[in-house]
């Protein structure tokens, strides 16, 4: 897929005449356009079929190694990113294709037939909806590998995939309509109340779409932003194209966010940016700390965290043990009520370092990323940042959290069970003090589930939630404990305070943009064994149910693996239900 992503980048750039920089001498342009581009092989596979010699295809990876550091002799700038990194395709960069096969995929995906005429696709005007459409089908094929040829094929199956990401295109129509009612008036009101300096305040929006997909909302939030900014810059109604290509850069890097479940989608969500905001002679901009994988309604913050596990947690689900699920229950309650985690660790441990977290990740931001150096640099800090010991130890504690509704309720010898005591243990010890196997089973569950929390994602957005877990703790502290030695229990409502201080603080999102929700958190047997087993998915009613239940004596796996799909949307259900004190509604 990466090569698919870098062959669609090179044609949109080299089509719009975005990749060279605008100094590069002709004489060097004329050398890549003519040897090198992939202009030139899509003009080849029109009428050539090509031999078995590779020597196409060694160009074409010599191109995307030039294209991640630069090359002054063709003129090519030095974009960088994970799209021409090439440790993105280890597995391929020693591979060899011959030129039929290359050009016999270029014929495929650059032409066109039409009465009996080839024409060649223009990839110019080429944007998220049509990556949309890409995503979508992506998300139908699954890959048949024959292990006897070898070889695979990419069987189409119309399953749940898309339903269970959300994957459905949105028309530009009710993209629009949104950005009238949800976008216009933020940037009305950022300019009306800024006046003095409205470029700066237009740059410290900050626009989310918690379920991006390929970025179609993102792109068009980001191109409206960006017109505005030109505006203001230009002191025109209508700035130049190129006045708004240059905003609009400014606008992706500092002010576009968005996640999504698909890391496929996360892939092209970053790609649909670049491809809007390319400028030539500049790298790509930075974006891993804007755009982020996870699933965005499964997550929890400090607020969630200072009460301890809840008991709903330990409601059972498809395969636990629901005596055993009791016990637990009434186990949790006891030694959650015998003790409040104690303030001290959480500010030492949590508070302290998230509200560090929140200035670090401003210092990101600042980093210029229009050259390689300055977004090695980037990408550098903010992975340093990322798997630091205290980020790594407070990412458990929230995962923690998450883990216990999904966790499976039946007595192991392996694995002991969470309960509050353990996520107490969790909180105050570092990660190598605990049971490795308590450990292993939270990341793995956090991997499955893709938990997202939000104020660690994106601390510098919620810059004052993330200030307001710092204060005087040791009043706090010593009437928790006076108030013990007169046997009144702990209460803890002063949890967050309003520091006059941090009145000003960002506190969240300025404008948030999603479809809303549109399909019931079920598991839909039929779409599920559909690219299992058909004779399941053809099966009606108490047929089915009957066949699914005979898998536990002639497919374990399978049976094995529909439970804990089952697992997920039940343990999904069970968090959104009001009584887990995630959606309190």
Same mark, same amino acid.
Request: aromatic share 12%; charged share 25%.
């Given at each position: 897929l990466?090569?698919?992503?870098?062959?669609?980048?090179?044609?949109?750039?080299e089509?719009r005449?975005l990749?060279l920089?605008?100094d590069?001498p002709e004489?060097k342009?004329?050398?890549y356009?003519?040897?090198y581009s992939?202009?030139?092989?899509r003009?080849?596979?029109?009428?050539?079929y090509g031999?078995h010699?590779?020597d196409?295809w060694?160009?074409l990876?010599l191109v995307?190694?030039?294209?991640?550091s630069g090359?002054e002799?063709?003129?090519?700038?030095a974009?960088?990113?994970f799209?021409?990194?090439p440790d993105?395709t280890?597995?391929l960069?020693?591979?060899?294709l011959?030129n039929?096969d290359?050009l016999?995929?270029?014929r495929?995906?650059?032409?066109?037939?039409?009465n009996?005429v080839?024409e060649?696709?223009?990839f110019?005007?080429m944007?998220s909806e049509?990556l949309?459409s890409?995503?979508?089908?992506?998300l139908?094929?699954?890959?048949e590998?024959?292990?006897?040829a070898p070889?695979?094929?990419l069987?189409i199956?119309?399953?749940?995939?898309r339903k269970?990401?959300?994957?459905?295109y949105?028309?530009p129509s009710?993209?629009?309509?949104l950005?009238d009612t949800?976008?216009?008036?933020v940037? =009305?009101?950022?300019?009306?109340?800024?006046?003095?300096?409205?470029e700066?305040a237009?740059?410290?929006?900050k626009?989310?779409?918690?379920?991006?997909?390929?970025?179609?909302?993102?792109?068009?939030?980001?191109?409206?932003?960006?017109k505005r900014?030109?505006i203001?810059?230009t002191?025109e109604e209508?700035?130049?194209p190129?006045?708004v290509?240059?905003?609009l850069?400014?606008?992706?890097?500092?002010?576009?966010y968005?996640?999504?479940?698909?890391p496929?989608a996360v892939?092209?969500c970053k790609?649909?940016?670049?491809?809007?905001?390319?400028?030539p002679g500049?790298?790509?901009?930075f974006?891993d700390?804007h755009?982020q994988?996870?699933?965005?309604?499964?997550?929890?913050?400090?607020?969630?965290?200072?009460?301890?596990?809840?008991?709903?947690a330990?409601?059972?689900?498809?395969?636990?043990?629901?005596q055993?699920?009791?016990?637990?229950?009434?186990?949790?309650k006891e030694e959650r009520e015998?003790?409040?985690?104690?303030?001290i660790?959480l500010?030492?441990?949590m508070?302290?370092?998230?509200?560090?977290f929140?200035n670090q990740?401003?210092e990101? =931001?600042k980093i210029e990323?229009?050259?390689?150096n300055g977004q090695?640099?980037?990408?550098e800090f903010y992975k340093s940042?990322?798997?630091?010991q205290?980020?790594?130890h407070i990412e458990?504690?929230f995962?923690a959290?998450?883990?216990?509704?999904?966790?499976?309720k039946?007595?192991?010898?392996?694995l002991?069970?969470?309960?509050?005591?353990v996520?107490?243990?969790?909180?105050?010890?570092?990660?190598?003090?605990i049971?490795p196997a308590?450990?292993?089973?939270?990341?793995?569950?956090a991997k499955?589930y893709?938990?997202?929390?939000?104020h660690l994602?994106?601390? =510098?957005?919620?810059?004052?939630?993330?200030?307001?877990?710092t204060?005087?703790?040791y009043q706090l502290?010593?009437?928790?404990?006076?108030n013990k030695?007169n046997g009144?229990?702990g209460n803890?409502?002063?949890?967050l305070?309003d520091?006059? =201080?941090?009145?000003?603080l960002?506190s969240?999102?300025?404008?948030?943009?999603?479809n809303?929700?549109w399909e019931?958190?079920?598991l839909?047997?039929q779409?599920?064994?559909?690219?299992r087993?058909l004779?399941?998915?053809?099966?009606?009613g108490e047929?089915?149910?009957k066949?699914v239940?005979?898998l536990k004596?002639?497919?374990?796996t399978?049976?094995?693996?529909y439970?804990?799909?089952?697992?997920?949307?039940?343990?999904?259900?069970?968090?959104f239900n009001n009584?887990?004190?995630?959606?309190?509604l």
């Amino acid at each position: 897929l990466i090569i698919v992503y870098r062959l669609l980048f090179l044609f949109v750039a080299e089509e719009r005449n975005l990749l060279l920089a605008e100094d590069i001498p002709e004489e060097k342009r004329k050398i890549y356009y003519n040897y090198y581009s992939s202009t030139r092989i899509r003009n080849l596979a029109l009428y050539k079929y090509g031999t078995h010699h590779p020597d196409l295809w060694i160009q074409l990876k010599l191109v995307f190694n030039y294209l991640y550091s630069g090359n002054e002799v063709l003129g090519l700038p030095a974009l960088g990113s994970f799209l021409f990194n090439p440790d993105s395709t280890v597995d391929l960069n020693n591979c060899d294709l011959s030129n039929k096969d290359l050009l016999s995929i270029f014929r495929n995906f650059c032409y066109t037939t039409k009465n009996t005429v080839m024409e060649m696709v223009s990839f110019r005007n080429m944007g998220s909806e049509e990556l949309g459409s890409v995503y979508e089908s992506f998300l139908e094929m699954h890959p048949e590998i024959n292990s006897d040829a070898p070889s695979f094929n990419l069987d189409i199956v119309i399953g749940s995939e898309r339903k269970t990401t959300g994957s459905f295109y949105t028309p530009p129509s009710l993209v629009n309509s949104l950005l009238d009612t949800a976008l216009n008036p933020v940037m =009305d009101k950022t300019l009306s109340s800024n006046k003095d300096n409205p470029e700066e305040a237009l740059l410290s929006l900050k626009i989310c779409d918690p379920a991006c997909g390929s970025g179609h909302f993102l792109i068009a939030a980001a191109l409206r932003l960006a017109k505005r900014l030109a505006i203001v810059r230009t002191r025109e109604e209508e700035p130049s194209p190129e006045k708004v290509r240059i905003a609009l850069r400014d606008v992706i890097g500092n002010c576009i966010y968005g996640v999504d479940i698909n890391p496929l989608a996360v892939e092209l969500c970053k790609i649909s940016l670049w491809m809007e905001s390319l400028q030539p002679g500049k790298t790509l901009n930075f974006l891993d700390h804007h755009i982020q994988c996870g699933n965005s309604i499964l997550g929890c913050t400090a607020e969630e965290l200072k009460w301890g596990l809840p008991d709903e947690a330990f409601t059972p689900l498809s395969g636990d043990d629901t005596q055993y699920c009791t016990y637990l229950k009434k186990q949790n309650k006891e030694e959650r009520e015998a003790r409040i985690i104690e303030f001290i660790y959480l500010n030492q441990i949590m508070f302290e370092p998230i509200s560090d977290f929140a200035n670090q990740f401003m210092e990101v =931001d600042k980093i210029e990323d229009d050259n390689l150096n300055g977004q090695l640099k980037k990408e550098e800090f903010y992975k340093s940042l990322k798997e630091s010991q205290e980020y790594k130890h407070i990412e458990l504690i929230f995962n923690a959290w998450c883990a216990a509704f999904a966790w499976k309720k039946v007595k192991d010898e392996n694995l002991p069970p969470l309960t509050n005591s353990v996520f107490e243990a969790i909180i105050k010890y570092p990660p190598e003090n605990i049971n490795p196997a308590i450990v292993e089973e939270i990341n793995r569950l956090a991997k499955e589930y893709k938990f997202f929390h939000w104020h660690l994602a994106f601390p =510098d957005v919620f810059e004052k939630d993330s200030k307001n877990l710092t204060f005087n703790f040791y009043q706090l502290i010593q009437d928790a404990q006076n108030n013990k030695e007169n046997g009144i229990k702990g209460n803890i409502t002063e949890f967050l305070i309003d520091n006059e =201080d941090n009145k000003n603080l960002r506190s969240g999102f300025d404008c948030v943009l999603e479809n809303p929700p549109w399909e019931h958190n079920e598991l839909k047997e039929q779409e599920w064994f559909a690219k299992r087993d058909l004779i399941i998915a053809q099966a009606e009613g108490e047929k089915r149910k009957k066949l699914v239940q005979s898998l536990k004596y002639n497919n374990q796996t399978l049976y094995d693996e529909y439970i804990n799909a089952l697992r997920y949307y039940q343990t999904t259900n069970l968090m959104f239900n009001n009584s887990s004190g995630l959606y309190p509604l």
